[in-house]
């Protein structure tokens, strides 16, 4: 049964994923970004990744939706047809040594599930042995988070908030602009 919930949730996300790529209607397409995000969260759920699911919810499906919604509001609900880059080939450079520079990040990377590496020997043991009695809390996703990386889970926080009022700030300045009298005009003078 549990087979076909995620060959379910998966056949949707990918249905989704394929109308994203189909769909030139800006409204349609921040909904169906909240549909999948909420599929994913779903599908963490069934993988037992209550917290990755719950971050996905409220992040994925909740903040960025209304985020989107409100860039909606400044630019209105259609596509509109652009004309292309004069240069091209300078988003292509950026892109290729942007992947160039995070393959070659990855290369001194354990390989994955390999028993020797650092994390394996020397984190987990402690985490999974010591978590109950020096924190009290029982699930040990939950005390590595609010305990051990606490400062780190603060600092991310603060960067989505930063985040968040960022582009509060640069669509509240967007409306003004479009409504604010033209500056050095005849008439100013």
Same mark, same amino acid.
Do not use: C
């Given at each position: 049964m549990t087979n076909l919930v995620d060959i379910v949730l998966i056949s949707l996300l990918a249905v989704t994923a394929?109308?994203? /790529?189909?769909?030139?209607?800006? +409204?349609?397409s921040v909904m169906l970004f909240g549909i999948f995000s909420l599929t994913a969260?779903?599908?963490?759920?069934?993988?037992?990744?209550?917290d990755v699911?719950? /971050?996905?919810?409220a992040v994925g499906a *909740?903040?960025? /939706?209304? !985020?989107? !919604?409100?860039?909606?509001?400044?630019? *209105?609900?259609n596509e509109k047809v652009m004309r292309e880059a004069?240069?091209?080939?300078?988003?292509?450079?950026?892109?290729?040594?942007?992947?160039?520079a995070l393959i070659y990040g990855t290369l001194d990377m354990p390989t994955l599930g390999d028993p020797d590496a650092p994390a394996h020997n020397h984190v987990s043991p402690r985490? /999974?042995?010591?978590?109950p009695n020096e924190i009290g809390i029982p699930n040990m996703v939950t005390s590595v988070l609010a305990s051990y990386r606490g400062y780190d889970t603060l600092g991310e926080v603060m960067v989505i908030f930063a985040a968040g009022v960022g582009? +509060?700030?640069?669509?509240?300045?967007g409306s003004r602009?479009?409504?604010?009298a033209p500056t050095g005009t005849r008439d100013d003078r």
């Amino acid at each position: 049964m549990t087979n076909l919930v995620d060959i379910v949730l998966i056949s949707l996300l990918a249905v989704t994923a394929f109308s994203l /790529t189909r769909i030139r209607n800006l +409204l349609a397409s921040v909904m169906l970004f909240g549909i999948f995000s909420l599929t994913a969260a779903a599908l963490f759920v069934v993988l037992d990744a209550v917290d990755v699911a719950l /971050t996905e919810a409220a992040v994925g499906a *909740g903040i960025s /939706t209304v !985020l989107m !919604l409100a860039a909606i509001a400044v630019v *209105g609900p259609n596509e509109k047809v652009m004309r292309e880059a004069k240069r091209p080939w300078v988003a292509l450079v950026v892109v290729v040594v942007t992947g160039v520079a995070l393959i070659y990040g990855t290369l001194d990377m354990p390989t994955l599930g390999d028993p020797d590496a650092p994390a394996h020997n020397h984190v987990s043991p402690r985490f /999974t042995q010591d978590s109950p009695n020096e924190i009290g809390i029982p699930n040990m996703v939950t005390s590595v988070l609010a305990s051990y990386r606490g400062y780190d889970t603060l600092g991310e926080v603060m960067v989505i908030f930063a985040a968040g009022v960022g582009v +509060l700030l640069l669509l509240g300045s967007g409306s003004r602009r479009k409504g604010a009298a033209p500056t050095g005009t005849r008439d100013d003078r």
